[in-house]
């Protein structure tokens, strides 16, 4: 046999192993579980969070966060706005879905009501294990951050 055409049969069988063994599915559970999110900003209603909005979720340290759980999230907003449910994530197509399952009263706060609204309607996320976005379809997404920042 010609030892070039070894060389190509190899190389070839390799390249398809190669292709085979890498994924472009991101890591469910390393970007959303084993850490609390907190929120640091984002967009409503395709508007930037103002500089006061971004200092509310900073006020209090017990405020602004999602702890996603195997299948399950709870949260808060404000001091007294709790939430939770169920979610699902596509990690090829970077969807998803959040079910809120708890009953949740943001009248009291404009900014919560906007936050929960974009979690009540997400759509999609971006991001990794150390920053989060998670959009909804009306050009609103908030990011979050694994670590709580200081304002």
């Given at each position: 046999?010609?030892?070039?055409?070894?060389?190509?049969?190899?190389?070839?069988?390799?390249?398809?192993?190669?292709?085979?063994?890498?994924?472009?599915?991101?890591?469910?559970?390393?970007?959303?579980?084993?850490?609390?999110?907190?929120?640091?900003?984002?967009?409503?209603?395709?508007?930037?969070?103002?500089k006061?909005q971004?200092?509310?979720?900073?006020?209090?340290?017990?405020?602004?966060?999602?702890?996603?759980?195997?299948?399950?999230?709870?949260?808060?907003?404000?001091?007294?706005?709790?939430?939770?449910?169920?979610?699902?994530?596509?990690?090829?197509?970077?969807?998803?879905?959040?079910?809120?399952?708890?009953?949740?009263?943001?009248?009291?706060?404009?900014?919560?009501?906007?936050?929960?609204?974009v979690?009540?309607?997400?759509?999609?996320?971006?991001?990794?294990?150390n920053?989060?976005?998670?959009?909804?379809?009306?050009?609103?997404?908030?990011?979050?951050?694994?670590?709580?920042?200081?304002?």
């Amino acid at each position: 046999m010609n030892l070039n055409f070894i060389k190509i049969s190899f190389l070839s069988l390799l390249s398809v192993f190669t292709l085979v063994a890498c994924s472009t599915d991101d890591d469910i559970n390393d970007i959303f579980i084993g850490k609390t999110w907190y929120m640091s900003g984002g967009k409503l209603n395709g508007t930037d969070f103002t500089k006061d909005q971004v200092s509310s979720l900073y006020v209090n340290k017990d405020s602004y966060w999602i702890i996603f759980s195997q299948g399950t999230f709870t949260g808060k907003l404000s001091t007294n706005t709790s939430f939770s449910g169920n979610w699902e994530a596509d990690g090829g197509h970077r969807r998803l879905k959040m079910n809120v399952t708890s009953s949740v009263n943001c009248e009291e706060s404009v900014l919560d009501a906007n936050i929960f609204r974009v979690i009540k309607n997400v759509t999609r996320y971006s991001g990794d294990s150390n920053i989060l976005e998670i959009f909804s379809d009306d050009n609103s997404y908030i990011n979050m951050g694994s670590m709580r920042g200081n304002k």
